[in-house]
C-alpha cells in the first residue's frame, strides 16, 4: 500500500538520480489564474518516468537484481527503466514493437539497455516481454499500476508542496494513472484543501469512463496526438486511487492539445510533448475551475517527436487563428488580386501563399477562385479582414 513514509523514502533514494525539477511561473497562459508550470518536461530523459522506474528498481532484492529487468514501451517509460536499471548496474531488456520510431530506439539504447525489436504492434511487444519475464526470471517494471512506481511518482507531490505550499490545485495528466495517483495521494494525505484535477485526451477517456461507469473499462481504440497518454484501460491500483483522492477529471481535444504546445514554445521556450501538454490545454480552455486560483500544470514530459512537431504547431496555429485559409469568389477581370491583396495588407495580414483557379462546370463562366492561406493575430483578426472583404463586394465562399 502507498504511504507518506514510502514516498519520503523514495525521495531521498532519487535524489542522486533525478533532479528536482523548476516550478515556472506563467502568467500568460490564463489571465484569470496564477499559473505555475511544474517542468517534468526537463526531467533527466525527458519525463518524469524516471521517478517510479528507479524506484521499483531500488527495491529489488539481490536476486531479482542480477537477473534483470524486463519492459515494454515505445516511449518514456523505456528510456526511465534503461536509466533507472543503468544507475543501479543492473541489466535491462526493452521489447518494443519494430515500428517504433528510430530516434526513440536509439534513446533506449543510449541510456544502457538491451532493445528487442518484436514483429508487430504494442501488444506483440508486450506479450513478448511477458514471456521472456517468466522463462528467463526477468522482473516486469510495469509502467503505471505497480505501488512502488506509483510511489516514485509521488515525490513530485512532495516537491510541489515544498516549492508552492499556498497552491489551490495542481492539474495532471492521465495515462494509466500512475502519475496522478502518486500525486493525488502525496498532496491530498498532507493538505485535503488542494485540489487535485486530471486530464485525458479526448480520444483516450480510459480513466474518466472507468470513474463515471463505476468499473474498470477498456476502450476498443485510442487515438490521439498525446501517445504517451494513449491507454485502452487504466490499472487496478490506480483506477482505486484516482477514486478516492482526484476531485475531477476533464478531457481536452487534439486540437486544444497543439494549441497548448504551440503556447508552450512561444510564452514559455519549453517543449512539450502532447501527453506533456494536457494539463496547460485544460487552463487555456478553461476546462477546470481554476479561476483566481493559484494553480500548478504538470508537463509531464518533452519527448515529442520531431517529425510531427511541426504538423502539431501547424495544427496549433489554425486552432488558435494564428493562421486561416481564404477562398474568395472573384470576376475574372484585371485588378482583383491587387484589390484583395490591398485589403489584406492595411489591416496586417500577412499572405503565405496564394492559388488562383479560373471557374469550374456548372459556375459563372467570367468568374474564378481565389485561395489564400493567411498569417493572422486570432480570430477577431480573421473577422475583420473578413468583414472588409465582404464591405468591399467580395464573396467569401466557406
Known amino acids: 500500500m502507498l504511504s507518506l513514509d514510502k514516498i519520503y523514502h523514495a525521495k531521498f533514494v532519487l535524489k542522486d538520480i533525478i533532479r528536482q525539477t523548476d516550478l515556472i511561473y506563467a502568467p500568460n497562459i490564463n489571465p484569470d489564474s496564477e499559473v505555475y508550470l511544474k517542468t517534468e518536461n526537463l526531467q533527466v530523459t525527458g519525463s518524469f518516468k524516471v521517478r517510479g522506474s528507479a524506484y521499483k528498481i531500488s527495491q529489488l532484492s539481490d536476486e531479482e537484481k542480477a537477473k534483470g529487468v524486463i519492459a515494454c514501451s515505445a516511449g518514456n517509460h523505456a528510456q526511465g527503466v534503461a536509466l533507472a536499471a543503468t544507475k543501479n548496474g543492473i541489466k535491462s531488456l526493452i521489447c518494443l514493437p519494430d515500428?517504433?520510431?528510430?530516434?526513440?530506439?536509439?534513446?533506449?539504447?543510449?541510456?544502457?539497455?538491451?532493445?528487442?525489436?518484436?514483429?508487430?504492434?504494442?501488444?506483440?511487444?508486450?506479450?513478448?516481454?511477458?514471456?521472456?519475464?517468466?522463462?528467463?526470471?526477468?522482473?516486469?517494471?510495469?509502467?503505471?499500476?505497480?505501488?512502488?512506481?506509483?510511489?516514485?511518482?509521488?515525490?513530485?507531490?512532495?516537491?510541489?508542496?515544498?516549492?508552492?505550499?499556498?497552491?489551490?490545485?495542481?492539474?495532471?495528466?492521465?495515462?494509466?494513472?500512475?502519475?496522478?495517483?502518486?500525486?493525488?495521494?502525496?498532496?491530498?494525505?498532507?493538505?485535503?484543501?488542494?485540489?487535485?484535477?486530471?486530464?485525458?485526451?479526448?480520444?483516450?477517456?480510459?480513466?474518466?469512463?472507468?470513474?463515471?461507469?463505476?468499473?474498470?473499462?477498456?476502450?476498443?481504440?485510442?487515438?490521439?496526438?498525446?501517445?504517451?497518454?494513449?491507454?485502452?484501460?487504466?490499472?487496478?491500483?490506480?483506477?482505486?486511487?484516482?477514486?478516492?483522492?482526484v476531485d475531477d477529471i476533464v478531457t481536452v481535444t487534439d486540437d486544444e492539445i497543439s494549441t497548448a504546445i504551440l503556447t508552450l514554445i512561444e510564452q514559455q521556450k519549453l517543449i512539450a510533448e502532447g501527453a506533456g501538454a494536457v494539463a496547460v490545454a485544460a487552463v487555456l480552455f478553461n476546462k477546470v475551475p481554476v479561476k483566481g486560483k493559484k494553480v500548478v500544470c504538470l508537463v509531464s514530459g518533452g519527448n515529442i517527436d520531431v517529425t510531427i512537431l511541426s504538423r502539431v504547431i501547424e495544427r496549433g496555429l489554425l486552432t488558435s487563428g494564428r493562421s486561416y485559409a481564404l477562398n474568395i469568389e472573384l470576376i475574372d477581370k484585371p485588378g482583383q488580386l491587387k484589390g484583395v491583396s490591398t485589403i489584406i495588407a492595411n489591416l496586417g495580414g500577412n499572405v503565405v501563399s496564394v492559388h488562383h483557379e479560373r471557374a469550374s462546370e456548372g459556375s459563372d463562366i467570367n468568374g474564378c477562385y481565389l485561395r489564400i492561406v493567411l498569417e493572422t493575430r486570432n480570430y477577431d483578426h480573421i473577422r475583420e479582414i473578413e468583414q472588409a472583404l465582404t464591405s468591399a463586394g467580395y464573396r467569401i465562399s466557406k
Do not use: W
Not at 195 to 200: F, L, T
Open 99 to 245: 515500428g517504433a520510431p528510430i530516434s526513440k530506439v536509439e534513446a533506449t539504447k543510449s541510456y544502457g539497455a538491451e532493445v528487442l525489436l518484436v514483429d508487430g504492434v504494442y501488444d506483440d511487444a508486450y506479450n513478448k516481454a511477458i514471456e521472456l519475464r517468466d522463462e528467463l526470471g526477468y522482473t516486469f517494471i510495469h509502467p503505471f499500476d505497480d505501488e512502488n512506481v506509483i510511489t516514485g511518482q509521488g515525490t513530485i507531490g512532495l516537491e510541489l508542496l515544498d516549492q508552492l505550499p499556498s497552491m489551490d490545485a495542481v492539474i495532471v495528466p492521465i495515462g494509466g494513472g500512475g502519475l496522478i495517483s502518486g500525486v493525488a495521494f502525496a498532496i491530498k494525505s498532507l493538505n485535503p484543501n488542494i485540489k487535485v484535477y486530471g486530464v485525458q485526451a479526448s480520444g483516450a477517456p480510459s480513466m474518466i469512463d472507468s470513474i463515471k461507469t463505476n468499473r474498470i473499462h477498456s476502450l476498443e481504440s485510442v487515438s490521439t496526438i498525446a501517445d504517451g497518454i494513449a491507454v485502452k484501460m487504466p490499472g487496478e491500483h490506480t483506477y482505486e486511487y484516482c477514486k478516492q483522492y
